[in-house]
């Protein structure tokens, strides 16, 4: 059984950083592909990055590209969000998502297993 497990949220000024990370459990950690989505109060779940198994390969949303950097770590069976730069419309609940096969988290833009979520606020 998959789970994953977020940490590192929390409360931040407009302009500051924050880093997520998320360890997953359940099966071989670098096998398998990793994204970040988020979801902000009365909006859809939205697609934020994603992470290839051994880590060549990264994409991002518009919206974050050069403030967000996805990476990981498989020594340590962790992913992470460094999160800089942050605005107020990157408050969210984030999640952390693991999925099967890179086309579903890095175009279809969808996770197979899924984190609780972390509040991330980021006041102006």
């Known amino acids: 059984q998959v789970q994953l497990v977020e940490s590192g949220g929390g409360l931040v000024q407009a302009g500051g950083s924050l880093r997520l990370a998320c360890a997953p459990s359940?099966?071989?950690?670098?096998?398998?592909?990793m994204g970040w989505f988020r979801q902000a109060p009365r909006k859809e779940r939205e697609f934020v990055a994603a992470?290839?198994?051994?880590?060549?390969?990264?994409v991002y949303t518009e919206s974050v590209r050069g403030r967000f950097t996805i990476s990981r770590d498989n020594a340590k069976n962790t992913v992470y969000l460094q999160m800089n730069s942050l605005k107020p419309e990157d408050t969210a609940v984030y999640y952390c998502?693991?999925?099967?096969?890179?086309?579903?988290?890095?175009?279809?833009?969808?996770?197979?297993?899924w984190g609780q979520g972390t509040q991330v606020t980021v006041s102006s």
């Open positions: 359940g099966r071989t950690f670098s096998h398998y592909p």
């Open positions: 992470i290839r198994g051994h880590g060549d390969n990264t």
């Open positions: 998502a693991e999925s099967n096969q890179w086309i579903t988290i890095a175009t279809l833009r969808r996770g197979d297993y």
